[in-house]
């Protein structure tokens, strides 16, 4: 017996002891006439990831955020040696609100903190910098030469007379504005970090780390003293304090999920399963992830929820295809073969266009991108499993709710009554873009958006668009710290640092410094930059001082020998131990993309015009350093990670369908979302970076669950010869109704984000819901729409097709 004969016989039978148990495909055979040996695979490797969850740690890393392939981080990486405590830094200050520094309460507690600091783990001791370290030291002239020593000598005991003498040494340091604001209120502590803890190997931990110095700044804070934290140490910590508030509306928008779905279904049984499977699928990405080694960072956490959402989505359309079944009288396990065989090709399909989308984005050369990509391909091929696979075993157990069946099939004959009389208001609406006349009026309007958010689309930028941690809220203690730092300090927690690569013993050499000064010179003239330092400022200031202090000699000493001098009282961090690489400090008001591109593109200019075989100017070191060469690298990735998505996708769609026209029908409406979404992160001052990839990628993933759904059961009926309008009626009866619902319920419930007091999480949610919402609008206008200039009856060749059956006792 042929196939479509075989399908076409168990279309009419609905008791079990009628069912020949040896018919459907060999995966539906495997699992269904095994359903118990499966079930129990199912729990027994839930509960083992489940205990391997307890093991999953949060945290970030600072390296895994780094491009290493990029020129940029190359040039960093040769010199890493060189530039140690000058990219990973904590600034900590500490603010006297009613007197100057220059008193010893305070300088008491600046030396408490300063020792606190340096015993925490993860500090880069040698490199910690502050009034109290041996590393802050003066330069001066006396009636002897050139002098200098530490800025707190070893005999201050905070008399008067050691306080006047102390600032006597910070005028002459050059200090003020980098460790102490100008108005003497504040000084700064410097705290480099490593990446690993020394003691253990690991990862630094930046969430107790955070809390430590959480501890230190509750301990010393007072009414006459506030203490002022900034670096990425912080946001991360920050974030992960933020976790337990994520965590609360991530669970709003599993209740409203819940919530809208049995309003929808009026069946506890077939709601529990659907959320049991989706939940499911999350516990078993928990427990893999610790066990090969992987954790959950403050961008990766979105993962889970996005896993669950996806589960939902394909989740509802099988408990909707059984309902339908077993209200037609259907056994509960033959409803649950005949939903897995009618929807086993979409749902994979869809589940796969789904992974590679996510999967692209492993071609970034970004760690931290690849891990969010790897798990969120591994929380798809999971779903694989658990929704295609469990959902439909599980039903088969359990089964639905006669009376939720009941009442389904009512509707569903009503529907199908009244496709010659009148149908349902909403139906009858997108009916109406089946026909070529409104079709093209849809096509209208959808180029016109198109192209108007292609025009805003363009003034798109890569990378944070607003001072201090744009993943926290302005107002968050962080940003209002940063805010501090950056108006009280020349030298703000944004920092580029220059590497000026000469010969041997040539960092002092004349020439080599006349260029590093005009370098600085046009620098300062940018908006963005506060201010620069290098070894040039140290020699003019040193040249002042050795001309009894006139400033008429503020400039280079063109003598080599007063510049060697000076080169041998400079400290280290200004040129390396073999004097061949020169470091030129450029301290950024922000870190938006537009600073970063406009510094950067300064220093590539003048390195074109100027490199020679004397000197080469190299980018980047320091934070921001690292995140021009990240905003590069996301940069070029966007576009080709587009563009290798949806080639992707588009082939499984060729796959799938056989019929390039139905492809177009598929890939059309994601691609407006696409230009519509970009153009609504322009408008809300959104970048395009590492937080926001993963979430452009999956409206592409989404929007083509809804579209697959929709359209194979549309070609299933228009190969049988139904006209479209009636072969789209019968989709939207099947299909359309838990589309729209899978639609609103995931767009209600992250648009509760919006009220997140993580900023970053505030962005997702209304850009995911923007995604849900219009991706499911494209998969029920623009599709009919497109399919009524492109489709036909009969479109694309025959096919083995696991929708027949769709009506078992129609």
Known sequence: MSADCNKTQQSAVTRRDEFDVNSGLLIERVIFNHRAIVLVFFLLVTLVLGLQTSKLRLNASFERGIPTAHPYIANYMAHKNALQ?????????????????????????????????????????????????????????????LDGGPVIPDEFDSSPQSMARLRANIERSGEIGQLVAPDFQSSMIVVPLLEHDPRTGEDIDYHELSLAVERIRAKYESDALRLHVTGFAKVVGDLLDGLRQMLVFFAATVAIAVAILYSATRCVRSTAAVVTCSLVAVVWLLGVLPTFGYILDPYSILVPFLVFAIGMSHGAQKMNGIMQDVGRGAHKLLAARYTFRRLILAGTTALLADAVGFAVLMLIDIPAIKNLALMASIGVAIL???????????????????????????????????????????????????????????????????????????????????????????????????????????????????????????????????????????????????????????????????????????????????????????????????????????YLKDHKADTLSAVTQKVEDFAAANDSPEIEFQLAAGNAGIEAATNMV??????????????????????????????????????????????????????????????????????????????????????????????????????????????VTLGLGVATWAFSPIKFQADMGILLAFMFIWNMLGALILLPALAALLLSPREGAPQPNPTAGVEVTQ
């Open 384 to 586: 694989i499993c658990t929704n295609l696979i469990l959902l439909p075993i599980l039903l088969s157990y359990v089964g639905v709710s006669a009376r939720a069946a009941a009442r389904s099939l009512r509707e569903e004959l009503k529907d199908l009554a009244d496709v010659a009389h009148e149908k349902h208001p909403l139906w009858q609406f997108l009916d109406v873009f089946t026909h070529r006349r409104h079709a093209v009026k849809a096509l209208v309007v959808a180029a016109a958006l198109g192209a108007g958010g292609l025009v805003v689309a363009h003034h798109l930028k890569v990378g944070d668009l607003d001072p201090g941690a744009p993943e926290l809220r302005p107002e968050s203690r962080y940003n209002r710290d940063n805010a501090f730092v950056t108006s009280h300090y020349a030298t703000s927690s944004d920092i580029l640092v220059i590497m000026a690569k000469t010969r041997q013993y040539g960092c002092v050499h004349y020439g080599n410094l006349a260029l590093t000064d005009a370098l600085e010179w046009e620098l300062q003239q940018l908006a963005g930059v506060e201010s620069t330092s290098s070894f040039v400022g140290l020699v003019k200031k040193s040249a002042v001082g050795l001309n009894e202090g006139s400033l008429s000699w503020y400039e280079l000493p063109r003598t080599q020998d007063v510049l060697n001098a000076i080169a041998v009282r400079a400290p280290r961090e200004l040129f390396n131990q073999e004097c061949d690489l020169l470091l030129i400090y450029v």
């Open 634 to 743: 996301v940069g070029e990735a966007n576009a080709h990670m587009l563009l290798m998505v949806y080639a992707a996708v588009s082939l499984l769609c060729f796959i799938t369908f056989r019929s390039w026209r139905a492809v177009l029908c598929a890939i059309l409406p994601l691609a407006l979302t696409s230009v519509l979404c970009e153009a609504l992160m322009v408008k809300l001052g959104i970048g395009v970076k590492v937080a926001t990839l993963p979430v452009i990628a999956l409206g592409v993933g989404i929007g083509v669950d809804y579209a697959l759904y929709v359209i194979s059961v549309t070609l299933t009926h228009l190969r049988d010869g139904k006209s479209l309008s009636e072969a789209y009626y019968r989709a939207l009866l099947f299909t359309g109704k838990i589309v729209v619902l899978t639609g």
């Open 85 to 145: 405590g000058m990219t990973n830094v904590l600034r900590v200050v500490i603010e006297s609100r009613h007197r100057t520094i220059f008193d010893a309460e305070y300088m008491d507690t600046l030396r408490k903190v300063n020792d606190e600091l340096f015993l925490l783990p993860g500090v880069d001791r040698p490199f910690l910098k502050s009034l109290w370290t041996s590393n802050t030291r003066w330069l001066g002239v006396t009636e002897d030469g």
